[in-house]
């Protein structure tokens, strides 16, 4: 009798395929809340900047693919998004029509939230109720292969630098509300220690943490913001900034924006030297991680 395949579902944020789908994405990340016309024009415009689109589906479908191809037949690999196009109640109901009973939850974030991950581990939850047995991965970020993809990066390109020692090595994560901290979330300590084991890897000496990407409301988030650290830094006379986005694992409006086009026209501003690591995407090591994540969960519930 052939073993029960395991399903598992990487889960990520999900984007606009289109300048079109911009408003009825952020309709779906809101919740449905009133947007007004200047917030919605904003955002197409800053998408109209990276091209028009977000890549994160196409992102997340080679890295899919390629975690299939390491785990093999035993396994069916499937992908949602967490607020659009194909959502995580959508992969619930195919891995059902495909006759799994068991899937292995793994957000493309790191780092625990319950404002992050457990919000994806909800939506999963609920979309499976009585049909699956849902196994969520809740943090991955001290994984070796993931620590390691990222220290090559880092190396890789501290290279584009005339004096690489000099160079201010600045780690970033999206922002949340600070009021996650009072309640015991864990994470901008597990940020921090992503960031310091990259470090050691690299041989940094001096590097810093800082957070990019707040929402715009009046609660207070997260911080130091990038931004203000590297006017900081600037002040001080440090001349070379290169920006790790640790928090992220592939290219999208965060990253293809925020830092890419509003980050380096603050150096440009500042006159300082300023580069960003490429983003993992589907980098064997990342994809790695991802496969021994998903193998290691589905035999520690003894579905192997």
């Known amino acids: ?66 975690v299939q191809r390491a785990l093999g037949s035993r396994f069916g690999v499937h992908i949602g998004m967490r607020h659009w196009h194909p959502y995580i109640r959508d992969a619930v109901e195919r891995m059902v ?41 809740r943090s991955w970020g001290d994984h070796p292969k993931f620590l390691d993809a990222v220290a090559s990066r880092v190396s890789q390109t501290l290279r584009r630098f005339s004096s690489p ?68 830094l600037a002040k001080q006379g440090h001349r070379a900034f290169l920006i790790v986005p640790i928090g992220f694992l592939c290219d999208h409006v965060e990253v293809l924006y925020d830092v890419d086009v509003m980050y380096r026209a603050l150096a440009n501003r500042l006159g300082v030297q300023f580069e960003r690591t490429p983003s993992l995407n589907d980098d064997s090591l990342l994809v790695g991680a991802l496969a021994e994540i998903a193998q290691s969960t589905a035999a520690a519930r003894g579905w192997l």
């Open 165 to 232: 020692d000099a160079v201010q090595v600045l780690f970033t994560a999206h922002s949340l509300p600070e009021r996650i901290v009072a309640a015991g979330d864990p994470y901008p300590d597990q940020l921090r220690a992503s960031a310091s084991a990259v470090a050691q890897r690299v041989g940094l000496a001096d590097w810093r943490f800082a957070f990019q990407s707040a929402g715009a409301t009046a609660e207070p988030w997260l911080g130091p913001e990038a931004g203000a650290v590297m006017t900081d």
């Open 1 to 66: 009798m052939a073993a029960e395949r395991v399903a598992v579902l990487l889960m990520a944020y999900g984007g606009p395929a289109s300048l079109d789908e911009v408003e009825p994405y952020l309709r779906d990340v809101r919740g449905g809340r009133p947007m007004s016309p200047e917030f919605v024009h904003e955002i197409r415009q800053r998408y109209a900047q990276i091209g028009g689109r977000s890549p994160i589906r196409e992102l997340t479908e080679a890295q899919a693919a390629g």
């Open 97 to 137: 029509a495909e006759g799994h009973r068991r899937v292995v939850g793994i957000v493309l974030a790191p780092h625990y939230s319950t404002m992050s991950v457990g919000a994806y581990e909800t939506k999963l939850l609920e979309a499976s109720a009585g049909r699956l047995d849902p196994a969520v991965v």
